[in-house]
């Protein structure tokens, strides 16, 4: 019943820009956080942002902080990633995961047990 449909993703040189869309249906949107989280190749999926229901609270990786930015239109259902200064190791796949869950102990999120997933938005940087 949950939908989540993830767009934008392509190959962009270093230094670019890239927007990735997420529209999710079946669910009350500004009822949940949003978030989007990476796979790189070879490497464990991690946390990349994190944004509250109503967009006033925004999280990041420490790494990210400054040139990505999360945002969310609420009328539309969507949530977005603008990524800027792209360099390679930002290579991977793009997932948006409604509803994370935060860890206070280690200040980080994570996906809950049986999360939505859309199709993973490859975006490769070349050098």
């Known amino acids: 019943q949950v939908q989540v449909v993830e767009s934008g993703g392509r190959l962009v040189q270093a230094g670019g820009s890239l927007r990735l869309s997420c529209e999710v249906s079946?669910?009350?949107?500004?009822?949940?956080?949003m978030s989007w989280f990476r796979q790189a190749p070879g490497k464990e999926r991690e946390f990349v942002a994190a944004?509250?229901?109503?967009?006033?609270?925004?999280h990041y990786i420490n790494s990210l902080k400054g040139r990505f930015t999360i945002s969310r239109d609420n009328a539309k259902n969507t949530v977005f990633l603008q990524m800027n200064s792209l360099n390679p190791e930002n290579t991977a796949a793009y997932y948006c995961?409604?509803?994370?869950?935060?860890?206070?102990?280690?200040?980080?999120?994570?996906?809950?047990?049986?999360?939505?997933w859309g199709q993973g938005p490859q975006v490769t940087v070349s050098s």
């Open positions: 995961n409604p509803n994370p869950q935060f860890h206070y102990d280690t200040n980080n999120y994570t996906p809950r047990k049986n999360a939505y």
């Open positions: 944004i509250s229901w109503n967009g006033n609270s925004r």
């Open positions: 079946g669910l009350v949107f500004d009822d949940y956080g």
